[in-house]
């Protein structure tokens, strides 16, 4: 594609950002819509981030992504956090206004619930309670859009009890905290599973957890999608339960930042994942 004065700029702030797979997702909706933009890959230390944010307006960025380990820092530096971004405590989007003004929204959260509708579309959030492991930034936007969706009960575990605490105090809701060597016993009834931790990604430890308590009708997902398939969802998937594969979140929870930057909607097709999936 050939891009002109007039071309439209995002990107992707991180540190490091050469794992990310944000550019070759954007460029592809660019390629196919024939839009006259670009989207950047962009190496920021922390210590240059209020530099960098501060400069995006004044080089014509529409707007970025922020991914580790800005996600939270950058909030101090906005000038405005839509409410969904501000409970959540993060910001993965930010919108550069015509008046210059940066705005910091989380799609986070409607990229996840989006990725499970799409995945089980027989799954309802009245069906039964929703276990969630793990405590960190992915599960603060997890357990805000299933608070959101309507699920009755959350059923929090994390190895540090206290993080988990924190968490249920910081979003309120309908949260229990369960303690970790109890994890099993609280997949008993659960309609919904999310493995919210990095355990399963290629290079780190699967996820020590039995199924055995799990009714077989229940949801399981990972928001890891490197291995497509984490051991998780491969034993979930073994003993009859419906997978949804974590590939789904990054590419929904784009939609609303290149619709907002470019000005036209994206699809989130299989060809789409294929694509960002060939970049192994």
């Known amino acids: 594609m050939i891009l002109t004065g007039k071309a439209r700029l995002a990107g ?12 070759r997702l954007h460029g592809y909706w660019l390629e196919k819509m024939g839009i006259d933009g670009a989207y950047l890959p962009l190496a ?19 707007g970025v992504n ?8 950058v909030i101090p530096l ?12 993060a910001v993965n989007t930010l919108i550069i206004n015509e008046d210059g003004t940066i705005e910091g929204r989380n799609t986070d959260a409607f990229g996840f619930l989006e990725n499970v509708r799409r995945g089980a579309p027989l799954w309802q959030p009245s069906q039964g309670p929703a276990v969630v492991i793990g405590a960190g930034g992915a599960a603060r ?10 699920v009755g009960e959350l059923r929090l575990v994390n190895r540090s009890r206290d993080r988990a605490e924190r968490l249920a105090q910081d979003l309120g809701g309908p949260i229990v905290v369960g303690d970790w060597d109890s994890r099993a016993a609280l997949l008993d ?13 290629a290079g780190q430890p699967p996820l020590d957890l039995d199924l055995a308590a799990l009714p077989v009708s229940a949801i399981v997902t ?25 590939l789904g ?32």
């Open 189 to 201: 009834g659960a309609a919904l599973l999310v493995n919210t931790t990095s355990l399963g990604m």
């Open 44 to 62: 920021v230390a922390p210590d240059d981030l209020a530099e960098a944010v501060r400069a995006l307006p004044k080089l014509g960025f529409r």
């Open 141 to 150: 936007a997890v357990i805000a859009a299933l608070s959101d969706a309507g």
């Open 222 to 246: 990972d928001i890891v999608y490197v291995p497509l398939e984490t051991p998780l969802l491969a034993l979930a998937r073994q003993r009859g339960n419906r997978t949804v594969d974590g």
């Open 78 to 89: 906005l000038d405005v956090v839509d409410s969904l971004a501000a409970r959540i405590g």
């Open 12 to 23: 992707v702030i991180g540190w490091p950002v050469g794992h990310s797979r944000s550019p």
């Open 66 to 73: 922020l991914t580790i380990p800005h996600k939270e820092a």
């Open 249 to 280: 979140m990054l590419l929904w929870q784009a939609v609303p930042g290149f619709s907002a930057w470019f000005g036209q909607q994206p699809e989130v097709t299989d060809a789409l994942r294929a694509f960002v999936l060939s970049d192994r």
